[in-house]
T-cell receptor, first 111, second 113 residues
Framework: GESVGLHLPTLSVQEGDNSIINCAYS??????FIWYKQESGKGPQFIIDIRSNMDKRQGQRVTVLLNKTVKHLSLQIAATQPGDSAVYFC??????????FGTGTKLQVIP | EAGVAQSPRYKIIEKRQSVAFWCNPI?????LYWYQQILGQGPKLLIQ????????DSQLPKDRFSAERLKGVDSTLKIQPAKLEDSAVYLC???????????FGPGTRLTVT
């Protein structure tokens, strides 16, 4: 069936370094992808999205890359800060605008 | 602007008991979602409302779970009877419409013993 998954469950980075979080998806018909950030005790928070007709999209300190050939999505965070510590989910939007989440990657920022 | 409100924040019950969760979406948001998030996993959509109508409830265990949004604003999610595997965080989210960004509440953490 359709699935959205992540390669690494935990990622540790030094403060100030760049972080890269990867995600694989299996539904080639997916046309919209979202990255969420979830801090402890809170609900997921929208970070950035990208449509399948794009390869790259940039926000403030974040960049999402989409490679449709290998069905791979990545989130790049520049100059990682302690406040970036959280679990990051990629998600796919499908029929009825239903959002399907992956299992998440925990980002730990080392001061 | 006030965010999505949920109550209670925490609930502990014994298996076979009943429980209800309440959600108040952001004012003006037509679409409301209930998700179940088991520890270590991503949220899973249980049910999606557009105003007071159900858009998708394909992953809702209808033998024990029910949800309603009678006036198209607040919503309640009920579990009766609860099982151990229902232990999870129940997240409510809302959006202006089906295509708009979803805003999540803080969730209700349910522990079934």
């Amino acid at each position: 069936g359709e699935s959205v998954g992540l390669h690494l469950p935990t990622l540790s980075v030094q403060e100030g370094d760049n972080s890269i979080i990867n995600c694989a998806y299996s539904n080639s018909a997916s046309d919209y992808f979202i990255w969420y950030k979830q801090e402890s005790g809170k609900g997921p928070q929208f970070i950035i999205d990208i449509r399948s007709n794009m390869d790259k999209r940039q926000g403030q300190r974040v960049t999402v890359l989409l490679n449709k050939t290998v069905k791979h999505l990545s989130l790049q965070i520049a100059a990682t800060q302690p406040g970036d510590s959280a679990v990051y989910f990629c998600a796919e939007k499908g029929g009825y605008q239903k959002v399907t989440f992956g299992t998440g990657t925990k980002l730990q920022v080392i001061p | 602007e006030a965010g999505v409100a949920q109550s209670p924040r925490y609930k502990i019950i014994e298996k076979r008991q009943s429980v209800a969760f309440w959600c108040n979406p952001i004012s003006g948001h037509a679409t409301l979602y209930w998700y179940q998030q088991i520890l270590g996993q991503g949220p899973k959509l249980l049910i999606q409302f557009q105003n007071n109508g159900v858009v998708d409830d394909s992953q809702l265990p209808k033998d024990r779970f029910s949800a309603e949004r009678l006036k198209g604003v607040d919503s309640t999610l009920k579990i009766q009877p609860a099982k151990l595997e229902d232990s999870a965080v129940y997240l409510c989210a809302s959006s202006l419409d089906l295509k708009a960004e979803q805003y999540f509440g803080p969730g209700t953490r349910l522990t079934v013993t």
